[in-house]
């Protein structure tokens, strides 16, 4: 059975006159086991790109993987194969077929499998029209309460405005996730990352077409994991607080603050998507009207939960102090995420600067990037930053931008940007 629990860790003593609370959440699931296949709740959908710029040894490599996925995904699965160009078609089930998604077993696997042999390459590229068509597909069968989908691409999306490509996502959010893949230097991460994000999920680079079946396998191995098909933090503040964001710090740094619902007029709920057996952070920020030296507040309480039930609570205090020594502490959980969710940002704006001509800035911001990695103890964001840019003074941040850095490497920089290192207890 799965358990959840919530730690808190913050500082919790505040200046005369302050207002604004921070606190690191840890929520930790146990037990959840794998997703429950046999039930017919879990529902996979593999999005390939087939239009012309994959022609060749890149839509082989696709194709092989997809077969591989297909013999990764237990019996039982619903399961749909959509190609994707300027417009998308389902490829299996069948396009006459009299139903939209099937459950695995040894006969839909191979046909599944012929099927994808006989893709070909042509066309433009319009994602929305994929996520549309994953999202009807989805919805046909209702029973799957935890649906995933993988997106492959190795192009930009140049056959629609990025306006129709906005609002699609914004339509089909909450209802599956998705995990985008670019293959290959020709794709942009903002927009797989806008995908990804959107839909709980996480972009990344695919340097070799022939590391494709491998991801595959990750992904469904990873999604297939996860027993808990959707879980909510909720947060509670008091009368007259405010909630300033949610995000989640850790493994990756998502903002979830622009996707409250609400639960009561003091209750708010942002959605996490679907858990195994891990642990996740976020960071929570509250603002409480001050109160005067020596009281003490709730100021919030995180809840995880479950189907409406809550299953796990933790609890962010207030209490006004006039001892600097305790007031300017400043959480070590609090300060290590902080400066985690900078250092996504200066990278990011660090290689639009780039892309866009602009040297100087670029220069400033890979050179924060640079303090921070080394500051939050991000080694894997170090070796990345290592690649685009000369590093004169870690400490400092001072840099030179490499003239020598290839798009590959300002991709595989950019996607990892938002990955964590995992504060140190």
């Avoid at 990750?218 to 027993?227: C, D, E, I, P």
């Avoid at 300060?335 to 800035?361: N, V």
């Avoid at 490497?409 to 950019?414: I, P, R």
Wanted: net charge negative; hydrophobic share 45%.
């Amino acid at each position: 059975m799965a358990t959840f629990r919530a730690e808190v860790f913050q500082n919790e003593f505040l200046p005369d006159g302050g207002t604004d609370v921070h606190a690191i959440v840890t929520v930790t699931a146990e037990g959840v086991g794998g997703a429950a296949t046999t039930g017919g709740g879990v529902a996979e959908i593999i999005m390939i790109d087939t239009s012309g710029s994959m022609t060749g040894p890149m839509l082989a490599a696709a194709k092989h993987a997809a077969q591989v996925a297909v013999d990764t995904i237990p019996d039982g699965t619903w399961f749909a194969i959509v190609s994707g160009s300027h417009v998308a078609q389902r490829v299996f089930p069948y396009p006459n077929a009299p139903v939209a998604i099937v459950q695995m077993e040894p006969g839909a696997r191979e046909e599944a499998k012929r099927a994808v042999a006989r893709l070909s390459a042509q066309g433009g590229t319009a994602m929305s029209t994929w996520l549309r068509l994953a999202d009807q597909i989805f919805a046909t069968q209702p029973a799957a309460t935890q649906r995933h989908a993988i997106l492959l691409t190795d192009g930009k999306n140049e056959s629609e405005p990025r306006a129709q490509l906005t609002s699609t996502i914004q339509a089909v959010t909450g209802r599956f996730q998705c995990d985008a893949r670019g293959v290959g230097e020709r794709w942009q991460v903002d927009e797989l990352r806008e995908i990804a994000t959107a839909l709980l999920g996480g972009v990344e680079l695919i340097a070799d077409p022939a590391d494709i079946a491998k991801d595959f396998q990750a992904l469904l191995a990873t999604s297939l994991s996860r027993g808990v098909a959707d879980a909510q933090l909720r947060v509670w503040t008091p009368q007259g607080g405010q909630v300033l964001f949610v995000r989640q710090v850790a493994p990756t740094v998502e903002d979830l603050t622009a996707r409250r619902t609400e639960v009561t007029p003091l209750i708010g709920a942002y959605p996490t998507g679907a858990w195994a057996d891990e642990s996740r952070d976020y960071h929570v920020a509250v603002r409480v009207p001050s109160k005067t030296v020596g009281a003490e507040q709730l100021a919030a309480r995180v809840q995880v939960a479950v189907a409406d039930e809550v299953v796990a609570s933790g609890l962010v205090k207030a209490a006004w102090s006039d001892d600097a020594s305790l007031t300017a502490r400043i959480s070590p959980e609090v300060a290590h995420y902080t400066g985690q969710a900078e250092l996504a940002s200066a990278i990011q704006e660090g290689l639009a600067a780039k892309a866009a001509g602009d040297e100087a800035t670029a220069t400033v911001k890979l050179g924060r990037a640079v303090q921070l990695a080394a500051e939050t103890g991000n080694e894997e964001a170090t070796s990345k930053l290592r690649r685009v840019v000369e590093i004169e003074d870690e400490e400092h941040g001072t840099v030179r931008l490499k003239r020598g850095a290839s798009r590959l490497d300002e991709m595989a920089l950019d996607t990892a940007s938002t990955k964590t290192s995992r504060v140190r207890r």
